[in-house]
Nanobody, 122 residues
């Protein structure tokens, strides 16, 4: 129901835009989030956006470089990633939260996409 796309290989300092399209049901009343999992590490919070997009929150590691946004008419959430670093290399997952506002705890999210791989070369 959540399809993430837009990953790929990029050089350090470059940009990528991830998309997460929902199908089968609407998530316009749900907060949405992005998480990532680097090789050999646990899945970590990246960013979240409230149901209307008026509230956003970011992990300290991406603050000022990544921007989360959403288009409820398209049932799609985006993650604009700029000034990418090799340590941003990971599989990125989008998720829909149970509530209209959500935070960094992955257990607040009950729908998950399949993930898209982002590789940042140095």
């Amino acid at each position: 129901q959540l399809q993430a796309s837009g990953g790929g290989l990029v050089q350090a300092g470059g940009s990528l835009r991830l998309s997460c399209a929902a199908s089968g049901r609407m998530f316009s009343n749900n907060a949405m989030g992005w998480f990532r999992q680097a090789p050999g590490k646990e899945r970590d919070f990246v960013a979240t956006i409230s149901w209307r997009g008026g509230s956003t929150s970011y992990a300290d590691s991406v603050k000022g470089r990544f921007t989360i946004s959403r288009d409820n008419a398209k049932n799609t959430v985006y993650l604009q990633m700029d000034s990418l670093k090799p340590e941003d290399t990971a599989v990125y997952y989008c998720a829909a939260a149970r509530r209209s506002y959500s935070g960094a705890d992955q257990y607040e999210y009950n729908y998950w996409g399949q993930g898209t791989l982002v590789t940042v070369s140095s």
